[in-house]
């Protein structure tokens, strides 16, 4: 079913490339007012022209995130917002000991730091106004075990806790919080590896992203895109803990992430 986001204001953090390419696209054409943020101001201008040609009117600003001024210059300058999509992230898929002490602080900031950050700063006008909503993308790594990969399970895991939490906790006052987990994706961060996924959860397109941030902006709660139904795994793993390992090897999912992490070991940080 197409979504009316006409009037909306939409800030969709991570806008520069990957995921958020698509999502904004996915926006613009939903008539979505945006403002795009993420560190490339270049690539950010480009992304904003190919939506103003689908008929968007967008703005940009460039921002670090990780830095809590640019944060809030980020939300001074945007004015009210109706819709939060906290999309930016980082992932370093490494041996926990391999993991300098700069990639952990990353993950933990840009996964999970700034979108609560970012969420505590938007939701007062938000709940004054009795209308919005927050779209957090997460990962399965935040439903299930992805070893070589703990930091930003942990970070993800976080995420969907925050979410699931949140939006309890703001039952009745017109503001929707929700999460898009997607599993392996043909774009961004996992697409750029060059390595390809097991047969068993093989990548989705990230045009399938974008359509679960439309179900969550349409009251969905959380919305797994992956490429086969993983619902029944996850709810095994939760009654009988421990079958995850022999799963997880069996489907060559540990195998592929290792491979990853050998690959980021062999490449200068
Ligand atoms: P990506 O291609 O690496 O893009 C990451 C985005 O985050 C970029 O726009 C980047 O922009 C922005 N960003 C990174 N550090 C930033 C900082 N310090 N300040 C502001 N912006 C920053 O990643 P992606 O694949 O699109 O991932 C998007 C989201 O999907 C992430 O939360 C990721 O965890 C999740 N996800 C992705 C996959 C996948 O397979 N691709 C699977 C599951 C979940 P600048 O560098 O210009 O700042």
Known sequence: MPIDLHQRKVLLTGASR?????????LAGAGAQLLLTARD???????AQACERAGAKVS?????????????????????IDILINNAGVEYTRRLLDQTDAQVHAQ???NLAVPIDLTRRVLPSMLARGTGTIVNISSMSGKGATPFNSVYAATK?????????????????????????????????????GIRAPL??????????AAGVMKVLRGA???????GPVRPLLALVELFPGIEGPMLRMTNIVRTLEQRANALDAAPD
């Open 18 to 26: 990957g995921l958020g390419v698509h999502i904004a696209r996915a």
């Open 41 to 47: 101001a270049t690539k950010l201008a480009e992304i």
């Open 60 to 80: 940009v600003i460039a921002a670090d995130l990780a830095n809590p001024d640019d944060r809030a210059s980020l939300i001074d300058r945007a004015g009210e």
């Open 108 to 110: 933990i900031a840009l």
């Open 157 to 193: 895991h976080g995420l969907n806790g925050f979410t699931t939490s949140l939006r309890l906790e703001l039952h009745g006052t017109g503001v929707h919080v929700g999460v898009v987990c997607p599993g392996f994706v043909s774009a961004g961060m996992w697409g750029r590896t």
């Open 200 to 209: 068993a959860l093989r990548e989705v397109g990230p045009e399938r992203v």
């Open 221 to 227: 709660k959380q919305v797994l895109v992956t490429a």
